[in-house]
């Protein structure tokens, strides 16, 4: 794909940026998708044709396995607290993926960080529990587009980094409500930095797709020119 087109786009009145956005967060036990378990997670609802603040929804779940010491250090939920304050992993599962069901099947685009993590770990529950996991489309993810955009910006790229860059305020970060929230935010301020981005969510999501696979295959060139000629980067996206 020729990154280049976007700037060929006009801003569009039907932006996916001026109705209803969902954020959506997951805090987990691994950082490794197909062993990691869901502890909590985030639903944050804007919506321009409603008053008042964004809509929070949250899940604290136990997951039913250990939660390692690494990760209780990143959003501080230990075991015994989520066993005791959490719902059963099922439950919560199942209620988090009727949620997010709707809002796919109704077009609202669900804005994620790095969503081939959260999605995966989400459809692995999904398949731990025999749940169905819905078409997760049409997805924002600002990692994707900011590094499209702003190719060779120097430093990281978490979400903290991207907060930084783009004047948001993330208060306790790797809480899944707070990072959900500011997920959204940083997606706003890309929207209106680079007005080509303002356009149907159906339409950002394809373009995603692409820039996600042209991103995975230069990185991977780059291994390679840095003699790990056996280094393979999945560039499938959302998932």
């Known amino acids: 794909m020729d990154s280049n087109a976007l700037f060929e786009l006009h801003p569009a009145e039907d932006s996916w940026h001026r109705g209803r956005r969902v954020g959506f967060d997951l805090e987990t036990t691994s950082r490794f998708p197909a062993e990691a378990r869901i502890v909590s997670a985030a639903l944050v609802v804007f919506d321009d044709d409603a008053a008042g603040s964004p ?17 209780v250090e ?23 993926l009727t949620a997010l069901t709707l809002e796919f099947a109704a077009g609202v685009p669900v804005v994620v960080m790095n969503a081939p ?12 529990y025999g749940l169905e996991f819905p078409e997760p489309q049409p997805v924002v993810d600002p990692l994707v587009i900011d590094k499209q955009l702003d190719k060779y910006r120097r430093g990281k790229r978490t979400l903290g980094d991207l907060c930084g860059v ?18 959204v935010q940083v997606a706003q301020c890309l929207a209106e930095k680079y007005p080509e981005l303002q356009m149907p969510a159906a339409q950002l999501h394809n373009l995603q797709v ?8 230069d990185f991977q060139a780059y291994l390679h020119r840095q003699g790990k000629t056996d280094a393979v980067v999945n560039g499938a996206w959302p998932l």
């Open 166 to 183: 783009y004047g948001v305020l993330l208060d306790q970060a790797h809480s899944a409500a707070p990072d959900a929230l500011a997920t």
């Open 74 to 96: 990143i959003h501080g939920i230990t075991t015994e607290y989520a066993q005791q304050h959490g719902q059963p992993a099922q439950e919560a599962v199942a209620e988090l």
């Open 55 to 71: 809509l929070v929804r949250e899940w604290l779940v136990d997951p039913g396995v250990e939660i390692s010491p690494e990760t």
């Open 210 to 217: 692409g820039w996600k696979a042209e991103q995975a295959q």
């Open 117 to 128: 993590y959260d999605l995966n770990v989400l459809q692995q529950e999904a398949a731990r």
